[in-house]
Antibody, heavy 122, light 111 residues
Framework: QVQLQESGPGQVKPSQTLSLTCTVS??????????WSWIRQHPGKGLEWIGY???????YYNPSLRSLVIISVDTSKNQFSLNLSSVTAADTAVYYC??????????????WGKGTTVTVSS | QSVLTQPPSASGSPGQRVTISCSGS????????VYWYQQLPGTAPKLLIY???QRPSGVPDRFSGSKSGTSASLAISGLRSEDEADYYC????????????FGPGTKVTVL
């Protein structure tokens, strides 16, 4: 079965770029039919969808983060990545990657990684 | 804050039925499917209900979802101690060129 694992630095300095990678195992990103999302959860708070990517490279971002986010995919490594620029303390959160199904009027995440905690601090 | 509204908490005794509401608007719940996720303490969210009332394989039929107009609800019948978790509703919102939104979550406590 498909599994996802987030990786990346646990701490990032303010104004720098947060970079995370999600490695997919048990299935190929290139097989199609799924999108690949990033979601974050601020400490003690709810969930915020950041955006997703399709294996061919098309992306869609949450409008509230669009100017700061880039999601990319590396099909040769079966990975996709998140870059969040100009971070502040407000970007401190647990970041999850998730397999996503999307069509007209529908979007949901059916497989999630365990999450990785990122703290923004100098 | 979210455009979806959920009660912050709900509780029940083992065996009881608990219902969690999720209120939205025409741009989200009113025109799109509703999803529910369960987040057990210290773990990642798990898909519980999709397309308003469908259960993924492996989700007990104690969990059921419904939608009417701009509101949705999740019912847990035969409440068990392992159901103690945070529950989030979610939907696509057609405003602002579209985005996926989660509700603020409801903490279910088994008394």
């Amino acid at each position: 079965q498909v599994q996802l694992q987030e990786s990346g630095p646990g701490q990032v300095k303010p104004s720098q770029t947060l970079s995370l990678t999600c490695t997919v195992s048990g299935g190929s990103i290139s097989s199609g039919g799924y999108y690949w999302s990033w979601i974050r959860q601020h400490p003690g708070k709810g969930l915020e969808w950041i955006g997703y990517i399709y294996y061919r490279g098309s992306t869609y971002y949450n409008p509230s983060l669009r100017s700061l986010v880039i999601i990319s995919v590396d099909t040769s490594k079966n990975q996709f990545s998140l870059n969040l620029s100009s971070v502040t303390a407000a970007d401190t959160a647990v970041y999850y990657c998730a397999r996503t199904l999307s069509s007209t009027s529908e979007l949901y995440m059916d497989v999630w990684g365990k999450g990785t905690t990122v703290t923004v601090s100098s | 804050q979210s455009v979806l509204t959920q009660p912050p908490s709900a509780s029940g005794s083992p065996g009881q039925r608990v219902t969690i509401s999720c209120s939205g608007s025409r741009s989200n719940i009113g025109g799109n499917y509703v999803y529910w996720y369960q987040q057990l303490p210290g773990t990642a969210p798990k898909l519980l209900i999709y397309r308003n009332n469908q259960r993924p394989s492996g989700v007990p039929d104690r969990f059921s979802g419904s939608k009417s107009g701009t509101s949705a609800s999740l019912a847990i019948s035969g409440l068990r101690s392992e159901d103690e978790a945070d529950y989030y509703c979610a939907a696509w919102d057609d405003s602002l060129s579209g985005y996926y939104v989660f509700g603020p979550g409801t903490k279910v406590t088994v008394l």
